[in-house]
């Protein structure tokens, strides 16, 4: 297995598919389409002047659809008519490259180590890779890989267990991730050099594999458990504390500290961190107000 073979199986068993979106040269189609729109709706509304002036039924054409559609049946040219289907047509096609632009343009982009990831495994025999591409697309000749980091920002990853984006995720498949395989890595076999083949003696390569369904089964539990902590924290601090004014400030330092919890930990938008730090709040002032505590003055 070589070449292309060989990438599309790390693509798709790695769940590393990872493809340029080529989004200059979508947008420069459209740009093109624009201007034939242009175009038409000039010649268009050339027509539709001209035959406004006219004194047989074409000056009735812009109030009358019937005779406008039917217009060439009788020998009269229906080049409005023709126009306007011209414009009808390529309006459609306008707004089918639109739409896809969209579609294409709203994938999630790679993260850079990622991109990186895959550039260096195409090139390095030793990751398992080293696929020896020919072509200017992978092989780098005359012009950058799709891959380098030239193109970081329109490649797009296909992958559905890409997970999320949030500053926990980053942190658990970052840093912690990072701690874990230097203390443990001996237990996890490297990739093989031969996918054909076990990872034993000279097919070992230099690159270790971490599901991304099971890093983010790890991640939603400890979120989930970083998410409970700190009302539980709460509680358990204010029934240790009596004075009053103490108790405010603790209440304040801990609805803080869920809101900044909730902007690290989730892509919840600012009106949900918003009501649910509310909610919180008032649940640490219901706490105290059934509590038996004399403010100071």
Known sequence: ?????????????????ILRKYQHLAAR??????????????????IARKDAHEEDERQFYDRDWLHLGTSHQRGLGGEQWTAALAIRAKLREYYAAVSEYWRIASLPEPKPTERSLLHDWIR??????????LGRDLGGFEQP???????????????????????????????????YHRLLRYRRPPLPIDPENPP???????L????????QKITNILGIMFSSLVPLLSIVVLSFISNGGARLGVMCLFT??????????????????????????SVQVVF????????SA
Do not use: W
């Open 1 to 17: 297995m070589s070449g292309y073979t060989k990438l599309a199986s790390f693509m798709v068993d790695k769940h590393h598919p």
């Open 29 to 46: 189609d459209l740009l093109y389409l624009q201007a034939e729109l242009c175009d038409l709706d000039f010649k268009y509304n050339s």
């Open 124 to 133: 390095s025999p030793s990751s398992g890779g080293g696929c020896g591409f």
């Open 145 to 179: 890989s799709i891959y380098d980091e030239l193109h970081q920002n329109d490649l797009a990853i296909l992958s559905d267990s890409h997970g999320e984006d949030d500053l926990f995720t980053e942190f658990v498949k970052g840093p912690l991730l990072t701690c």
């Open 200 to 206: 034993v003696g000279d097919n070992r390569s230099d």
């Open 208 to 215: 270790h594999h971490y599901s991304d369904r099971g890093i």
């Open 256 to 281: 803080v500290l869920f809101s900044l919890c909730l902007a690290v930990a989730t892509k919840a938008r600012r009106v949900e961190i918003f009501a649910a730090t509310a909610a919180f709040a």
């Open 288 to 295: 105290i107000g059934s509590s038996n505590v004399t403010l």
